[in-house]
C-alpha cells in the first residue's frame, strides 16, 4: 500500500524528508483535481492532506471518495500547537478516524 501526501510547498518538504510521495498543490481546487486522479488510479491506499486543503475540496470529489474503496483519506492540521489536555475538545481529532473508520464511536478510558 502506498502513502502519499498531498499539501502546500512548505509542509510537502517535510513529508519528503520523511520518505512520503508528495503532490504539491496551491488551493483546495488542485488538492481536488489530485484527489480525482488518485481515486480513478487506485494506487495509493492512504493519501494525507492538510485539513486546510482538505475543508475546501469539491463536494463531488468528497462523494466519491467515500462511495470508493479507498484510498483512506487522513485529515491533518498544518499548523501545530501545543496545548493543555483539559483544553482539548471532546471529541478530538483521533476519535473522528477512529469513527470513520469503524462506523461507530468508541469511548476509551484510561
Given at each position: 500500500m502506498k502513502v502519499l501526501a498531498i499539501s502546500e510547498k512548505e509542509l510537502a518538504r517535510g513529508f519528503a524528508l520523511a520518505g512520503i510521495e508528495t503532490w504539491t498543490v496551491s488551493d483546495a481546487k488542485q488538492a481536488s483535481e489530485a484527489l480525482a486522479k488518485i481515486i480513478s488510479g487506485g494506487e495509493y491506499g492512504i493519501v494525507i492532506i492538510d485539513e486546510k486543503l482538505s475543508s475546501g475540496l469539491d463536494k463531488q470529489v468528497t462523494i466519491a471518495l467515500s462511495r470508493?474503496?479507498?484510498?483512506?483519506?487522513?485529515?491533518?492540521?498544518?499548523?501545530?500547537?501545543?496545548?493543555?489536555?483539559?483544553?482539548?475538545?471532546?471529541?478530538?481529532?483521533?476519535?473522528?478516524?477512529?469513527?470513520?473508520?469503524?462506523?461507530?464511536?468508541?469511548?476509551?478510558?484510561?
Open positions: 470508493s474503496n479507498g484510498p483512506m483519506l487522513v485529515s491533518i492540521p498544518a499548523e501545530l500547537r501545543w496545548c493543555d489536555t483539559e483544553k482539548l475538545p471532546h471529541d478530538d481529532y483521533v476519535a473522528r478516524l477512529i469513527r470513520r473508520a469503524i462506523g461507530y464511536q468508541l469511548n476509551i478510558k484510561l
